[in-house]
Nanobody, 122 residues
Framework: QVQLVESGGGSVQAGGSLRISCAARINAVRMAWFRQAPGKEREGVAG????????VYADSVKGRFTISQSNAKNTVYLQMNSLKPEDTGVYYCAASTRVGGASLLPGTYDYWGQGTQVTVSS
């Protein structure tokens, strides 16, 4: 059974914006977005502790990306502005029911989405 359903993504020119969404079918307390570019390891982009709304960002996206959640706290969004070609990759939603706060560590997540492609052209 699919626990995380992602939507959004696509192609955009550098400097543009995109928003991707992830709907959770579990009572997640921690959610995040990771991305993986071809030939590179998966890296954490933005995370949120759903109980408090506390967030954490990778240095490479600070000031450009914003993670947020729905009022029901079962959907998270990643608003991506001022996109750069190096932001290109498959973006994965991740979720956990374990306590511990916002995190960008893959090992702190138990559920993963199928991934959605984001392509930024120069």
């Amino acid at each position: 059974q699919v626990q995380l359903v992602e939507s959004g993504g696509g192609s955009v020119q550098a400097g543009g914006s995109l928003r991707i969404s992830c709907a959770a079918r579990i009572n997640a307390v921690r959610m995040a977005w990771f991305r993986q570019a071809p030939g590179k390891e998966r890296e954490g982009v933005a995370g949120i502790w759903t109980r408090s709304g506390n967030t954490v960002y990778a240095d490479s996206v600070k000031g450009r990306f914003t993670i947020s959640q729905s009022n029901a706290k079962n959907t998270v969004y990643l608003q991506m502005n001022s996109l750069k070609p190096e932001d290109t990759g498959v973006y994965y939603c991740a979720a956990s029911t374990r306590v511990g706060g916002a995190s960008l560590l893959p090992g702190t997540y138990d559920y993963w989405g199928q991934g959605t492609q984001v392509t930024v052209s120069s």
